[in-house]
C-alpha cells in the first residue's frame, strides 16, 4: 500500500528527511529539486510505514487506499516520475545539515520579512546555539503569502503554519511585527543594532500587461484581488465590479486558476473557509457565470502546475473547458495536455458556471471610457527560438471579448529595498550565494525572483544561512554597536498569539478555521486586548 504525495504539496523536503527507505524524489541536491511541480513517493520502494504523513506540514502524503475520486489521478502520476526519472542513479538519502560550532558570544539577526522565506532562515539560524533573531515585518500579522495569498479553498496548503507556529516558539526568537524597515526603523540602524541584517521580503506587486486601457476601473491587478479576498489589510476595504457575467484573466499560472475557482464558487462552500467577509459578501452578491482565462502560448507551455490542473478538472459544480488547441499537439503529449484534452473533450452541463482555458491568444487593449466594458485580443501562433524558447507571435484578426472585469496574472515583481543594490530587470537584490555584502543577505523572492513553493524557500534559506555563518565564522561581521541595544519595536510574538486566538475563536463561533481581522485598529485592538496566560489558554484550547 504505497503512500502517494497530493496536490497540496509544499516541497519543504520534511518527508525526504522522515522517510527511512530514501523512496521520496526529488531531494534537496538533486537535479529537479526546486524546479520540479512536487515531491513524489516511489510505489516500488515504498515500505508503508507512513513516516512521511507525521513529517508534513500541510497533510499532502496519504495511503493509497486513502485516496478520494479526485485525488486518485496523483497515484498514476507518483509512478510516472519514477518511469521518467530513474531512482537508482540518485544522491544517498538527504541529510539536515549539521548543527556548527560557531565563535563565543551570541550572534544577533535581523530578518525583515516574516513570510515562510523570512520563517524557514529563522529556523535555520536557531539550529545553532548562542543565536538570536528578531523578525521584522511590515503588517501586524505574520505568515506572508501563505496567510494572504493562497487561497481560501487550500486549507490543507494553509497548514504549514503549524509548522511557522513551532518555528516561532523556539528560544531566541522575537517578532517586532507592524514595523516598516525604511521608515520605523532604518536600514543603518538594524546594522547598528544586530551582527547581520537578512532580507526576505518577498515580491509584493504584479506585473503590469503595458497595453492601453490597463488604468480604466475595472482592470484588476489579481495579486490585488487575491489580496482583497483573503483580507490583507492593504486591500481588505478594496471594491470590485463583480456584476458582469464573463470575467477575464490574463495569464494562466496557479494564481490565475485560483481566482478562477473562487470567482465560479459556490459562496456557501467559501463561507466554511477564512475568505475575507467583504468579499465572501460580494461573491454572494456577484453575477459572475464564466471566467476566461488567457494564454499567450499554446497548452504545452502553460504555466499552471499539475496538481492545480488536476484540482480544477475535478470541480463538481463548475464546467472546466478549453479553447485554443493546436492541431500538431499530440506530437507532444504530457500528463497536462492528456488532461486538458480530456477537458476539451467534456459535454458541458446545463446552467452551470465555467472556466475556459483559452490557449494562443494575446491582449490588444482594454475597451472603455469610463470603465472596462472589454478586452481586445488576437489569435496567436508559435514559433521556437534558436535557443529553443517557444513564443508567441501575434497572427489574426483582433476579436473581442465582452467583460467588465478584467485581471492580469502576468507574475509577481519586488519593490526595490532602501539600502540594497537592485537589479531592475530581474527585480532581485545582487548576491552570491546570498550575501549581498558581509553583514547584508537575502533569501527568498527577492533573491532568486517569484519561482519555486513554499517549500523552496527552506533551501533557498539554507543557502543564505550558510553564507552568514561564514561570515560571522570568518569575524568579517561587526557585532552590535555598545549602548546601540535594540528597542522594543512594534508588536512581539505575545500580541500576534493574542489575534491568533481572537480569529480562532471568531472562526470556531461560525464553524470556520478563523476570520481574520483586516484593518489596523481591530488587530491592534486583539494584540491588547488578550493577556499572555489567556493567549497560551485560548491557543491551547
Known sequence: MP???TRSCCADASCVLACPVNCIHPAPGEPGFGTAEMLYVDPRTCVDCGACTTACPVDALKPHTALGEAELPFLELNARYYEENPHADRTPMYVVPKQRTLPAGELSVAVV???PAGLFAADELLRHPGVRVTVYDRLPTPYGL???????????????????????????????LGVQVGTDVTHETLLREHHAVLYAVGAATGRRLGIEGEDLPGSVCATDFVAWYNGHPDHAQDAYALDTERAVVVGNGNVALDVARILTADPEALARTDISD???????????????????RGPAQAAFTMPEL????????????????????????TDKTRLLAELAARAPGEGRRRIVLRFLTSPLRLVGEDAVRALEVTPTVLHTDEDGTVRARPEGAPQTLESGLVLSSVGYRARPVPGLPFDED????????????????VAGWVKRG??????TNKTCAQETVESLLDDFTAGRLTGPEPGTEAPVRGLGLDAWRAIDAAERAAGAAQDRPRVKLTDGAALHGAAAAVDAGQVAAAVRG
Do not use: C, M, N
Open 146 to 176: 501563505v496567510r494572504a495569498g493562497v487561497a481560501p479553498d487550500h486549507q490543507d496548503t494553509k497548514q504549514v503554519t503549524e509548522l511557522f507556529r513551532a518555528i516561532e516558539s523556539q528560544p531566541g526568537f522575537g517578532y517586532r
Open 426 to 441: 530581474t527585480a532581485t537584490v545582487p548576491h552570491e550565494r546570498g550575501r549581498v555584502q558581509p553583514g547584508v543577505y
Open 278 to 296: 467583504r468579499a465572501l459578501a460580494a461573491l454572494r452578491a456577484s453575477r459572475v457565470r464564466e471566467v476566461v482565462l488567457l494564454g499567450r
Open 310 to 333: 488536476l484540482a480544477l478538472a475535478a470541480l463538481q459544480d463548475v464546467d472546466v473547458t478549453v479553447e485554443g488547441w493546436p492541431a500538431d499537439l499530440a506530437d507532444d503529449a
Open 113 to 115: 520579512g516574516a513570510g
Open 3 to 5: 503512500y502517494v504525495v
Open 450 to 455: 517569484p519561482s519555486g513553493f513554499i517549500g
